[in-house]
């Protein structure tokens, strides 16, 4: 469901000067698959992550999403599609601190006009654990905590598709560990989740490794043929 073909991303940094971040990668991720994209830092795992996530666009190459060339599409519907599909957690958490936890969780439903969450934010923070600090600040949380909010407001708006960038990068042993386990659980429930890390402790927990070094990917445990990716996981070994 997520097909990207020959995708690269070139920044400019003054006038000619060029950095290469990500260069013709190709890359077919089925639905339910749980994966890592690894490297060392500056290696593009980032870029490579914005960019499946459309929170950017590439120079070149072609991406289809669920069968949807989205990089036909203006940025309103480039947004609507990341809204209705993609859940977002980063290493800083990002959270808004002057909101609650639960008011954190239900801010992306600002760009849902229409949509009722099939969970309240209430209920995916009971899911993590954190039934009892809906009225809690971000500061008034640990790390860990804070991170658990964030995975509660990725999931609010159901999406098929989790996004990671280091999730447990800011996190102490037996916290990350917490977080490592609420993304498998979301991987066991059928959504897709994709970790960008730079630990291969981390990698270690999930069923695909993508290796990126300077732009290109360089190793793909779970590269197969696309005439055998047939019927998603049963098509692979
Ligand atoms: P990683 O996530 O593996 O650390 P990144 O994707 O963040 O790598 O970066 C890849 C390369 O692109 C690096 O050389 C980085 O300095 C450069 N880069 C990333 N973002 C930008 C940007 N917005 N402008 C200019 N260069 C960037």
């Known amino acids: 469901m997520i097909e990207l073909k020959d995708v690269r991303r070139t920044y400019r940094r003054g006038t000619d000067n060029e950095v290469h971040a990500v260069r013709q990668a190709t890359l077919s991720i089925a639905e339910g698959e749980f994966l890592a994209i690894v490297g060392p830092s500056g290696s593009g795992k980032s870029t490579l992550m914005n960019l499946v996530g459309c929170l950017d666009r590439p120079d070149g190459g072609t991406y289809r999403l669920a069968g949807v060339d989205v990089l036909a599409l203006d940025d309103a519907a480039l947004s609507r599609v990341r809204s209705e599909r993609i859940g977002?957690?980063?290493q800083?958490?990002?959270?808004?601190?002057?909101?609650t936890a639960v008011e954190n969780v239900e801010l992306p439903m600002l760009y849902r006009r229409g949509f009722t969450p099939p969970r309240s934010a209430r209920e995916l923070l009971g899911r993590v654990g954190l039934g009892e600090r809906g009225?809690?600040?971000?500061?008034?949380?640990?790390g860990g905590q804070q991170q658990r909010v964030?995975?509660?407001?990725?999931l609010i708006g159901d999406p098929r598709i989790v996004l990671a960038d280091e999730p447990?990068?800011?996190?102490?042993?037996?916290?990350?560990a917490e977080v490592l386990d609420l993304l498998a659980e979301l991987n066991r429930e059928g959504r897709t989740v994709i970790l960008v890390t730079h630990n291969p402790e981390v990698a270690a927990r999930t069923k695909r490794t993508v290796r990126i070094e300077d732009g290109r990917i360089v190793a793909d445990s779970g590269a197969v043929p696309a005439t055998a990716r047939v019927s998603g996981e049963e098509a692979l070994p």
């Not at 964030?150 to 990725?154: E, M, P």
């Not at 447990?168 to 990350?176: A, E, I, R």
């Open 135 to 142: 009225h809690h600040r971000p500061g008034e949380l640990s």
């Open 168 to 176: 447990t990068g800011n996190l102490d042993g037996p916290s990350g």
């Open 92 to 99: 800083q958490f990002h959270l808004l601190p002057a909101l």
């Open 88 to 90: 977002f957690v980063f």
């Open 150 to 154: 964030a995975i509660a407001r990725a």
